[in-house]
C-alpha cells in the first residue's frame, strides 16, 4: 500500500528520485528539487515540508511546501516562479498526495498551476468537502514549438518585422552581428556575469529592479546559474555586435521548452532594439528545434506582438472541511468584505467631497445669467464664423473573448491568445 511521508530537508538520495520522477512524468525544469532548493536558500520562511508518496521503495509523487507558525500552508512561489504544482505518476498517486495535504493547516495556497492541475487538484480536494477559492495569476504568452518559423513570422505585423531588420542593418554598420546561442561549459559562469552587468547597465539598474540590486534575488539566480549549469539546462545567449555583447537572455531549456528567466540590453543601443533583435532569434532557434519559446510573466502588449497563445496559471485557495479550516474561511471572507466596503466607502466619500467642492465653487461664482447650453453656443459660433469644436467621443473597446485555458504541460493543446497589439 502506498506511504506518504514528510521530509524536512532534499537529502541528495531524493534529489535524485525527484529528478527521475520529472523525467519520468515530463514536468518542467521549475519542478525540479534544484530550483526549490535555490528558491527555498534565498525566500524560504517558515517550515519546510516535502511531501512524498512511496509505493514500496518507488517515488511515486512529490510535492514542496512551506508551513507558518499560523498554520498557513504554501506552496514555495512568488513572482520569479513560472508553474508549479504537484509530480505524480498517475491518478492514484496524485490523489493520495493531496489526500495528505488537505488534512493539514488552516489553509493551503497553491500558485501558478497550470489549468489541467488547477482542476485535477480542485476535483480531488473537494472530495473532502473543502471550500476551494480560484484566482488567476497571469496569463503568460508563448509561442508553440509544433509551428514552422515562417508561418510564425507571417502571422507577425509585417511592418514590426521590417522595423527589426532595418535595426539589424544599422547595427551592422557599426560591427559585425552575431547571435551566440550557447556558451561552453565551462564559460558559463563567466557568460552569467556577462548578462548580469548587461542587466545592471540599463534601466533595471536604474530603477532597482536588476538581479544585482537585491540580496536574495542576487542568491537566488546564483544558485539558479550553479544548479541548472551544472544539469545542461542553462543557457546564456547574447547578441554581440563586433564582438561586444549588447543584449542577452538567462534562460532554462530542455527538450520541450525554451524559459528565458531574465532578459536585458545595453542602454548605448536601445534605439537599435538589440533586445527584440536577441528575442527574434531566440523564437528561431527554439521552434526549429520543436521547443516552445515560453515568454514567462503576464501577457504584456509588447509581448503579445510577438505570441498568439497564453497559458492560464492559477491560484488554489484551499480551506479544509475542519474547525481551523472552517474558522480562517469565514476570518478570510470577512477581510475580503471589509477591504470591498473600504474601498466602496473611499469612493463615495470622494464623491461627495467633489460635489460639495463643486458647490462651494457654485455659490462663489458671480451671477452672470446662465450660460447658453451647448446647441447655443453652436449656433453662436456659426454664426460668428468662429470654428465650432466638437469633443470626440472615444469608441468603447471591443468586447474580448478570454482565450481558452490549457494547462502547461507537454500534451497540452495550444489556444490562441485575444490581446495581440
Known amino acids: 500500500m502506498p506511504a506518504v511521508h514528510s521530509h524536512p530537508v532534499v537529502t541528495p538520495d531524493l534529489a535524485a528520485e525527484w529528478d527521475a520522477l520529472v523525467d519520468r512524468v515530463g514536468a518542467t525544469p521549475f519542478h525540479r528539487p534544484g530550483w526549490f532548493s535555490a528558491w527555498w536558500d534565498a525566500f524560504g520562511a517558515g517550515t519546510r515540508r516535502i ?15 512551506a508551513e507558518s507558525a499560523h498554520g498557513i500552508v504554501r506552496g514555495p512561489t512568488n513572482w520569479h516562479s513560472f508553474v508549479f504544482g504537484p509530480v505524480a505518476t498517475d491518478v492514484d498517486a496524485h490523489l493520495i498526495l493531496l489526500d495528505h495535504v488537505v488534512t ?55 511592418r514590426r518585422v521590417r522595423q527589426l531588420q532595418r535595426n539589424r542593418r544599422k547595427l551592422e554598420a557599426l560591427g559585425e552581428v552575431r547571435y551566440v546561442p550557447d556558451n561552453r561549459p565551462g564559460d558559463l559562469g563567466a557568460a552569467v556575469e556577462r548578462f548580469l552587468a548587461i542587466e545592471a547597465s540599463g534601466w533595471k539598474g536604474e530603477s532597482g529592479t536588476a538581479i544585482l540590486s537585491d540580496d536574495r534575488s542576487r542568491a537566488f539566480y546564483a544558485g539558479i546559474s550553479a544548479w541548472a549549469g551544472a544539469a545542461g539546462m542553462l543557457r546564456v545567449p547574447f547578441l554581440e555586435v563586433g564582438g561586444w555583447a549588447v543584449a542577452g537572455e538567462l534562460c532554462l531549456e530542455d527538450d520541450r521548452a525554451t524559459y528565458p528567466l531574465k532578459a536585458s540590453y545595453g542602454p548605448e543601443h536601445r534605439r537599435f532594439s538589440p533586445g527584440l533583435i536577441l528575442l527574434f532569434e531566440q523564437i528561431r532557434r527554439s521552434v526549429e528545434s520543436g521547443r516552445s519559446y515560453e515568454f514567462m510573466g503576464s501577457a504584456e502588449p509588447y509581448k503579445m506582438r510577438w505570441a498568439d497563445h497564453v497559458r492560464d496559471i492559477h491560484r488554489l485557495d484551499i480551506y479544509p472541511a475542519t474547525v481551523p479550516g472552517r474558522a480562517t474561511l469565514l476570518a478570510d ?12 466607502a473611499r469612493v463615495l466619500a470622494a ?3 467633489d460635489r460639495a467642492r463643486t458647490a462651494l465653487a ?20 456659426a454664426t460668428t464664423g468662429a470654428p465650432v469644436v466638437r469633443p470626440v467621443q472615444a469608441p468603447a473597446n471591443a468586447a474580448r473573448k478570454p482565450a481558452s485555458a490549457f494547462s502547461g504541460s507537454p500534451e497540452a493543446q495550444p489556444s490562441r491568445a485575444t490581446t495581440p497589439s
Open 104 to 158: 493539514t493547516g488552516r489553509r493551503i495556497e497553491l500558485s501558478h498551476l497550470p489549468v489541467a492541475v488547477t482542476e485535477s487538484t480542485s476535483r480531488a480536494v473537494e472530495r473532502h468537502r473543502a471550500h476551494v477559492r480560484t484566482s488567476v495569476v497571469q496569463r503568460s504568452p508563448y509561442v508553440p514549438g509544433d509551428v514552422s518559423f515562417d508561418a510564425y513570422v507571417a502571422r507577425r505585423e509585417a
Open 362 to 381: 457654485t455659490r462663489a461664482r458671480p451671477d452672470t445669467g446662465p450660460s447658453p447650453l451647448p446647441v447655443q453656443r453652436d449656433a453662436v459660433e
Open 51 to 65: 511531501v512524498t508518496v512511496r509505493r514500496g521503495d518507488e517515488l511515486v509523487a512529490v510535492l514542496p511546501l
Open 333 to 344: 471572507a470577512g477581510v475580503r468584505t471589509a477591504r470591498r466596503g473600504a474601498a466602496r
Open 351 to 353: 464623491d461627495v467631497r
